[in-house]
């Protein structure tokens, strides 16, 4: 066999994702909300560049949600913000069976939601396209043996920041501190990005509290968000 041929047997690298796909019944509700309403909201990925335009039928500003739960905060933003297109992005398919509704009873034209990893959605943005970026809190993996399956380690924050026009920003709200350290010094150190606070930002009047915040401040954590922007050059 040549050298060739034995190399591409080889098993491919596998990443670490941040996430755990869990087995689990689908509800008959959620399975009918895919079936009905994933046709008309949600985009399917197949690793080819996403043209946003065409995904939303327009040209506007648009914000990338990681990870957005039971979709509820989404749909409150999408709701207050209608001249902004929103690509909402998740891996469980119950959530977005309930984003699906939220979508189709409040009318909210300017949402998208793709089911994949965030990792691989966000390689298929062209440089430049978004208008922000939403994460929040994203699982934390608390022990240090899963640090390694954080989400927004440098190679990724670097990665959205580079999704991102000149003046457009990175959101992340999160209630375990150690992490939100660390997400803090990875974009300090990423010189696409500059900070819109000394340190940790308020809490923007327009980030409803999410179902997780909710949980986090019942157990005493303090909650941390971080806003960066953007620059026209790097530093």
Request: with cysteine.
């Amino acid at each position: 066999m040549a050298r060739g041929a034995a190399l591409s047997d080889a098993p491919p690298h596998r990443r670490i994702r941040s996430f755990v796909l869990r087995g689990g019944r689908q509800s008959p509700a959620a399975a009918r909300a895919l079936e009905l309403l994933a046709p008309r909201y949600a985009l399917a990925f197949d690793g080819r560049p996403i043209d946003l335009r065409a995904a939303f039928g327009r040209m506007a500003p648009t914000v990338l949600e990681i990870g957005f739960g039971v979709g509820t905060t989404t749909a409150e933003i999408a709701a207050a913000h209608p001249r902004v297109d929103f690509l909402a992005v998740d891996v469980y398919a119950q959530g977005v069976a309930n984003l699906l509704r939220l979508i189709d009873a409040r009318g909210l034209g300017n949402v998208r939601i793709v089911q994949h990893d965030a990792v691989d959605v966000v390689d298929a943005i062209a440089p430049g396209a978004l208008g922000g970026v939403h994460v929040y809190f994203p699982d934390p993996w608390p022990k240090k043996r899963h640090h390694k399956r954080r989400l927004l380690q440098p190679a990724f924050v670097h990665a959205l920041a580079a999704r991102l026009a000149p003046g457009g920003y990175l959101h992340v709200a999160t209630d375990w501190q150690p992490y939100a350290d660390e997400v803090l010094a990875a974009c300090v150190a990423e010189p696409l990005l500059v900070n819109t606070a000394q340190g940790f930002a308020p809490r923007p009047a327009w980030r409803p509290q999410t179902k997780f915040e909710a949980r986090g401040l019942a157990l005493g954590h303090t909650v941390s968000d971080i806003l960066f922007e953007r620059r026209d050059v790097p530093a």
